[in-house]
């Protein structure tokens, strides 16, 4: 039997239901994550928006755990990734990722709650720098540093 999976308005409509999810963003990271199928498929919520900084959960599902029982690296990195990209997406201006790199600290597992706490650290230019915290609990789970570029204005 196939199973229908949701559309993106739906996946959108879900993921605005927590927290501060724009302190008055009307583009810039509540837009882009709105647009988001890859975070939202995989349950990612905001629960805390302002310019330069940004907090993302996710709750490590069965399909998130690899052949050693623990949660895949590339969904930590995800989760790192979008709470990085909300945190440096200002309304009105499209930035992007121009490198980033994570280290893992602990292993993650199935069923925890995990949160990305990202937070601008420096503007230079068109260019930022960006750290990301991901936890389970109080417990760090992986260090992730991202650097933006910023490419000029959103398209009205």
Do not use: K, W
Not at 6 to 22: N, S
Not at 72 to 86: I, S, V
Not at 101 to 126: C, H, K, N, V, W
């Amino acid at each position: 039997m196939e199973t229908s999976r949701p559309t993106g308005e739906e996946l959108a409509g879900e993921a605005r239901g927590g927290g501060d999810q724009g302190g008055g963003d009307q583009g810039g990271a509540a837009a882009m994550f709105a647009a988001d199928l890859a975070s939202l498929a995989l349950g990612m919520r905001i629960e805390d928006l302002a310019p330069g900084r940004a907090r993302v959960t996710m709750t490590a599902t069965a399909e998130m755990v690899n052949g050693h029982g623990i949660v895949h690296g590339g969904y930590l990195f995800l989760l790192a990734d979008t709470a990085f990209a909300c945190a440096c997406n200002y309304p009105g201006a499209v930035t992007v990722a121009a490198s980033a790199d994570i280290t893992f600290i602990s292993p993650a597992r199935e069923g925890e709650s995990l949160t990305a706490e990202a937070m601008e650290r420096q503007l230079y230019g068109r260019s930022g720098l960006y750290d990301v915290t991901v936890r389970s609990g109080a417990r760090v789970v992986a260090e992730f540093r991202g650097r933006s570029r910023t490419l000029g204005r959103a398209p009205a």
